[in-house]
Structures are given as C-alpha cells and as structure tokens.
C-alpha cells in the first residue's frame, strides 16, 4: 500500500524559505516519477514541480520557476520541496503525489498522478 507522508510546511514571512519532504513507502521508489502540486483556498489544485525517476529531468509551474528546486533522494525515499523568496500567493496547501506506473514520462497534470499525500499548510505572511 503506497504511502506518502509530508512535513515541513508552516508560517514564513515573504522572502522567506522552507523545505519540504515527502516519505513515500510501500513500493520500489525510484521506479516512479513524483511531483508537487498545491491548492489555494477557493481555487484548482495546481502543478507546482516535478521530477523524473532518476532525479535528472524536473519540470516547473512558471509561477515558482527561479525560486523553488524539486529534488529527491531515491536511497531515503524522499521527494524534496526547496522553497526561496516566497511571496503572499505561494500560500497553499502543497501535496506530493506519484506516477501509478513506472514509465519514463515526468508528468505535469494531477491526472497523471495515482497516489497523494495528505497535504502540508504552507502560510506566507506579508
């Protein structure tokens, strides 16, 4: 049974950093692409960032392109969040989600994705 945990999330004032984790367990980890994604209150779920299996492709939402970096560590089973000068608009709740099947392809859409963690509050304060 796949399992993903988050933390790091919390209050930070803009300009401000945060890391976050996500533990993933329950299958072989690096078999599978990961992403990030994250919901204002009133608005869609949004695709924040994405990384291949290996680690060596990762893919960005315009929006946090330049201040956050997606990374993971495929012997800890751990998908990574590295967040930089947030700003007001950064405030969401942040999931991590995993590809359903092993497959090359980074995906971008949360359609792509089979499996989600139960969400982190992520608070920037002007």
């Known amino acids: 049974q796949v399992q993903l945990v988050e933390s790091g999330g919390g209050l930070v004032q803009a300009g401000g950093s945060l890391r976050l984790s996500c533990a993933a367990s329950?299958?072989?980890?690096?078999?599978?692409?990961m992403g990030w994604f994250r919901q204002a209150p009133g608005k869609e779920r949004e695709f924040v960032a994405s990384?291949?299996?290996?680690?060596?492709?990762?893919y960005y939402a315009d929006s946090v392109k330049g201040r956050f970096t997606i990374s993971r560590d495929n012997v800890k089973n751990t998908v990574y969040l590295q967040m930089n000068s947030l700003k007001p608009e950064d405030t969401a709740i942040y999931y991590c989600a995993q590809a359903p099947r092993t497959s090359p392809y980074t995906g971008r859409l949360s359609s792509e994705y089979g499996y989600w963690g139960q969400g982190t509050q992520v608070t920037v304060s002007s």
């Open positions: 990384i291949s299996r290996s680690g060596a492709y990762t």
């Open positions: 329950g299958r072989t980890f690096s078999d599978y692409a």
